[in-house]
């Protein structure tokens, strides 16, 4: 008996087969699962555009709360819920944490050059560019580095 993580706690199995935990034998028509998805994908892009929206407001208002809003790893706590709520696997999420730890570290730098780009009279997409390609170099060297590390991102 096959049964779907995401529909767990319903005690239901769309799809065509027994559910383990309630005797009910349900066929969804594909058109509703595909249907389910998309809500599913939809809500998922709403919450995170609805944080987005929020801390660009509030930075526009106190540049200083804004930054500290940003700092707070909200997308990859929001990612860690969708993805648990996807598959519950303890060691995928794990692997998951991790590398985003070490995947953050090469972005920081990134913060302290573009203020520094800006105070010199860099214009700001140039300034914004050049944090960009500092933290795309510094990916590429982390992941060139990672394995003589033993980190497997």
Sequence with gaps: MKLD???RRTGVHFGGEWSSEALIWVQAP??????????????KAAVSGLIIAAVSEIA????????LVTALPLVAVLS????????????GMAAYAEATFW?????????????ALLRRGVPFWPALG?????????FLGLTALAPRLGLKL
């Design 5 to 7: 993580h995401s529909l």
């Design 30 to 43: 594909a058109g509703l699962l595909w249907k389910a998805a998309m809500l599913h994908l939809l809500v």
């Design 60 to 67: 526009r208002r106190s540049p200083a709360i804004g930054a």
């Design 80 to 91: 860690m819920i969708w993805l648990w709520r996807g598959s519950q696997d303890t060691e």
């Design 103 to 115: 995947y953050v570290l090469p972005s920081l730098p990134m913060f302290l050059a573009i203020p």
């Design 130 to 138: 050049a944090g960009c390609l500092l933290t795309i170099l510094l």
